[in-house]
């Protein structure tokens, strides 16, 4: 299976700042990775699919402009969250994908954002 | 996003017993299922996955079940341990290798 790192593993910001998380995958080429967002005690909901080098998609609900996903090269996805609020404070998670169309998707250990 | 927002359920065994954990999936396409741990501040864990072409899957002390008709997973673990307390989710493959997360479900094992 992937390998995947995330960096921080936690942040604390204060409102109205940015905070970039990265997303490596540490021994897989990916040209896909996806991002979720995980409020305490819930699911994990899907943002967005990080495409290497074209623009992300996200699903119905995120806003494109304040995640901000970039997808440089086959080892790297960050996702900047812009002039955080305290609703955004949660634990975001990337994942890799195989591509093949079947497989598990491999996960990171997760980044725990603290807006104050 | 599509999955579920509400707060887990809980599943409390003695250890040594079996646990069952169920899911139910809202799409009839899906053709793909997969079971995911989750301890705290972790990301989750692959435990193990099955294709709708078929309705068990057994992995080490772990079976997964589905039943298409109704749209239904479960997850069996056999001889639960302290170490398997954990979130437990099951979710859907859709298109472009979308996973669509189910509802979680708490599991506690009391010594």
């Known amino acids: 299976g992937a390998v995947v790192s995330q960096h921080p593993s936690w942040v604390i910001c204060k409102s109205g700042t940015s905070v970039k998380i990265e997303c490596r995958s540490l021994d897989f080429q990916a040209t896909t990775m996806f991002w979720y967002r995980q409020f305490p005690k819930q699911s994990l909901m899907l943002m967005a699919t990080?495409?290497?080098?074209?623009?992300?998609?996200?699903e119905q609900g995120v806003e494109k402009d304040k995640f901000l996903i970039n997808h440089a090269s086959l080892t790297l996805s960050t996702l900047t969250v812009t002039s955080a609020h305290p609703e955004d404070s949660s634990f975001y998670i990337c994942s890799v994908d195989h591509g093949t169309g079947e497989g598990e998707q491999f996960f990171g250990p997760g980044t725990r954002l603290t807006v104050l | 996003g599509e999955s579920v927002g509400l707060h887990l359920p809980t599943l409390s065994v003695q250890e040594g017993d079996n646990s069952i954990i169920n899911c139910a999936y809202s799409n009839s396409a899906s053709d793909y299922f997969i079971w995911y741990k989750q301890e705290s501040g972790k990301g989750p864990q692959f435990i193990i996955d099955?294709?709708?072409?078929?309705d068990k899957r057994q992995g080490q002390r772990v079976t997964v079940l589905l039943n298409k008709t109704v749209k239904h997973l479960s997850l069996q673990i056999a001889a639960t341990q302290p170490g398997d307390s954990a979130v437990y989710f099951c979710a859907e493959k859709r298109s472009r290798g979308k996973l669509i997360f189910g509802q979680g479900t708490e599991l506690s094992v009391k010594p």
């Open positions: 099955i294709r709708s072409n078929m």
């Open positions: 990080s495409n290497e080098g074209s623009k992300a998609t996200y």
